[in-house]
């Protein structure tokens, strides 16, 4: 299972329109695995009283792997995180979308835009 860890709340580099390397782009991995209890990925916040007193979220996929992201604490390596989900019913395949200049972790990651385009395929508003 890889990890995202971020601030909370998160911190959107795209508006702070600062901190995003020129040859970030997106890439996008196939979430596959599920847990025992048949999710695809999970979302924790830190804290007693989540969220009024969370400093921290992370963002948890079970790709078999055991990476954690930095996505804001320390160093950051990961930029922006979006899900895509295609299809209906059984057929729906679930994906995790990030901005960062490499893939994050030894998963089946592709490319998605090109070194120093910041917005995604589909959604074409996600920078203003």
């Known amino acids: 299972m890889s990890k995202i860890v971020s601030p909370y709340p998160p911190i959107s580099y795209f ?4 901190g995003i390397p020129e ?3 997106w890439w ?3 979430m596959s695995g599920r847990n025992w209890i048949g999710e695809i ?3 924790n916040l830190n804290g007693d009283d989540p969220p009024n007193d969370s400093t921290y979220y992370e963002i948890e996929w079970f790709d078999g792997l055991n990476t954690i992201i930095d996505a804001g604490l320390d160093r950051p390596t ?9 299809g209906f019913g059984p057929m729906t395949r679930e994906f995790i979308d990030v901005l960062a200049v490499d893939p994050p972790t030894a998963g ?5 835009t090109d070194p120093g385009d910041f917005v995604l395929p589909w959604v074409s508003d996600l920078t203003s």
């Open 28 to 30: 996008r991995c196939l």
């Open 78 to 86: 990961v930029f922006e995180v979006a899900f895509y989900s295609k």
């Open 41 to 43: 990925y999970v979302i």
């Open 23 to 25: 040859e970030a782009r």
């Open 15 to 18: 508006s702070l329109h600062k």
């Open 108 to 112: 089946p990651w592709c490319a998605l």
